[in-house]
């Protein structure tokens, strides 16, 4: 309930007057759903972002140094999405080992945090508070996650991988329309805080450069100094006195409750190797992000769960329904059974047991739709047709984030997604440091989402918010296929099943399977859809079969790549969502 201002944070708007962070009149670099050809791909939402990582990929580097290269290029052009204020999840195939693995720089919880850490009076606190505030954000791990990406698998040093996204920090970037929906759509909060106001308003125009020597400054600290800089140093002192007093303007009438993060968290911050999910599915392994993610086991018990059908014979009714009802079931278990793994004994295995998917698929009628929320099951103790317990609904996430995937000439793959949470993350920027802060303590459930049942998903001091992100590979016989990911909270689940499914088994080309309309099923009594998927025939057949619509905005923004039977590589994004990808490859052919 705090309100709070910085000198540093006014001496920033004042020199925002002097020196104009954006002009007009510049030109946007080329956006591109398709790029096909060897010696590398990269796929991201932004052109200036994969047109980085292909320069990194061009000069010799591999699959990881052009993926932390892009990423921090998305943190300059993307920042309402992602970037070192933030958190994610890289999942690596390394061609020399045939291996995956991943690293998890999930944001965590301050020491300081309890079970109630947004409760008040015995009540949750509005949710629409708790974005705004210092109490919602989580120690960033993203700069951590570079820098074990480039240490374990790079060939780069941090200071080179940084050094394109603090040029392009510099010297500006065009702004396009969806750079300036985002700062439209939060002005208003932006406008509360010293800091974001003097980085993001007035909102800058379309087809205008924009600048961020701030954030420039900061990547060249983190270039001289190592993460250090953000874990130890004067970043880091910047980023908790943020957290702790956030700079809110003397006129705001907003309630901005503070955080209490400590110098101690930040240096304690770890960005763990885990062992990825695996499942199989059709012959293929796929691989994905392990639990704090709920991304690997829900895709996969999905998977698991659809692959008791052949969906390639059947209608395009079935094969839809199959992948609602499949979604429905393989929710109703994540939102029981998925929180931090070091928090509570997650059934990881269990839930990615064939076993249990039969035991699940069970309750799939051909001809009804489960009437909405359904119960999860018992995953160690898997009965045909068995549920446990009433029924587990799926709280609200921010359907922001980035995701990009890479491949190198080498053959080694790289799918990583990163965010700051909700669009705009907290709304806080680091006074004088150029990057928004998170609000993904958000993802924790504010209290127990089924009343009397264990929730693993409740906060806790240095404890993970239970995330949606869904970085995925496809392999045959230990030879990537395909790797892909998107944004969009817990619909990320069911936008990467979509798109598999319409790869794998509908014979769909990589760029339909993404162009195609969306639904997104999170064991709710209404599918999401997007108006073209409502426009389609397929709702009317759906809703004989029981279904029910909401309509929705776009869901997800989902980039791709796929290793071509004659070795070449193909990048993916989207045509028209978040305004259109960026697909681009190092030698077209
Ligand atoms: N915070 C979400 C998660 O970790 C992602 C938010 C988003 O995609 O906007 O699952």
């Not at 961020?212 to 910047?238: C, E, H, I, W």
């Not at 999910?277 to 059709?282: A, F, G, L, V």
């Not at 994540?334 to 698929?361: I, K």
Request: with cysteine.
């Amino acid at each position: 309930m705090l309100r709070s201002t910085s000198t540093l944070a006014a001496l920033v708007v004042v020199a925002a007057l002097v020196v104009p962070t954006s002009t007009a009149n510049a030109t946007e670099a080329p956006r591109e759903p398709e790029a096909v050809g060897a010696g590398g791909v990269v796929a991201s939402v932004d052109p200036d972002a994969s047109q980085i990582g292909i320069d990194v990929l061009r000069r010799g580097g591999n699959a990881v140094d052009a993926a932390v290269a892009t990423a921090a290029a998305l943190g300059v052009t993307d920042p309402f999405s992602a970037g070192i204020g933030g958190g994610g999840f890289l999942v690596f195939y390394d061609a020399r080992t045939r291996k995956v693995s991943t690293i998890d720089g999930r944001e965590t919880a301050p020491a300081a945090a309890t079970e109630n850490l947004f409760v008040e009076n015995g009540k949750a606190i509005p949710f629409a508070e708790a974005v705004t505030s210092g109490l919602s954000v989580g120690v960033p791990g993203t700069p951590r996650t570079w820098q074990r990406a480039l240490q374990r698998w790079g060939t780069i040093s941090l200071d080179k991988a940084l050094k394109p996204a603090e040029d392009l920090a510099r010297r500006g970037f065009t702004v396009d329309a969806t750079f300036h929906r985002q700062v439209t759509e939060n002005a208003a909060r932006l406008g509360d805080f010293t800091s974001s106001e003097a980085l993001f308003l007035p909102v800058p125009a379309v087809g205008s450069t924009f600048r961020n020597p701030d954030l420039a400054d900061t990547y060249r600290a983190l270039r001289k100094d190592g993460v250090s800089a953000f874990y130890k140093g004067g970043v880091g002192r910047d980023v908790v006195k943020a957290v702790n007093q956030p700079p809110v303007k003397p006129t705001s009438t907003r309630t901005v409750r503070p955080g209490a993060m400590t110098m101690t968290d930040l240096g304690n911050y770890n960005a763990p190797q885990r062992e990825p999910s695996h499942t199989t599915y059709r012959g293929l392994d796929v691989f994905g992000m392990a639990p704090p993610s709920s991304g690997g086991t829900t895709v996969g018990e999905a998977l698991n769960i659809l692959e008791t059908t052949k969906l390639a014979d059947e209608s395009r009714t079935q094969y839809l329904h199959r992948f609602l009802e499949a979604s429905r079931l393989s929710f109703a278990d994540r939102n029981r059974w998925v929180g931090d793994p070091s928090f509570s004994d997650v059934p990881t295995g269990e839930l990615l047991s064939q076993a249990y998917a039969d035991s699940r698929a069970c309750l799939i009628s051909a001809t009804t739709a489960m009437p909405g929320a359904v119960a999860p099951g018992n995953p160690r103790d898997p009965e045909p047709c068995g549920t446990d317990g009433t029924e587990a609904p799926t709280p609200y996430e921010g359907t922001d984030t980035t995701h990009l995937t890479v491949a190198d000439r080498w053959g080694n793959v790289a799918a990583y997604t990163l965010t700051i949470e909700q669009e705009g993350g907290s709304g806080i920027v680091v006074p004088g440091r150029g990057f928004l802060l998170n609000n993904e303590l958000t993802d924790f459930s504010f209290t127990p989402v089924t009343p009397g049942v264990p929730d693993p998903n409740l906060p806790g001091p240095n404890k993970r918010p239970r995330s949606s992100m869904s970085p995925t590979i496809v392999l045959d016989h230990g030879k990537p296929v395909m790797a892909l990911g998107s944004p969009g909270g817990a619909s990320i689940i069911t936008t990467v099943l979509q798109v598999l499914t319409q790869r794998l088994d509908r014979g769909l080309t990589l760029r339909q399977a993404i162009e195609a309309p969306r639904a997104s099923q999170r064991n709710a009594t209404n599918t999401q859809a997007e108006a073209a998927f409502l426009a389609t025939q397929d709702d009317e057949a759906l809703t004989a079969l029981g279904h029910r619509f909401a309509s929705t905005g776009e869901i997800g923004a989902v980039t791709a790549v796929e290793r071509l039977p004659d070795g070449r590589w193909r990048a993916a994004a989207e045509p028209t969502r978040r305004g259109g990808g960026a697909a681009r490859v190092v030698w077209p052919r």
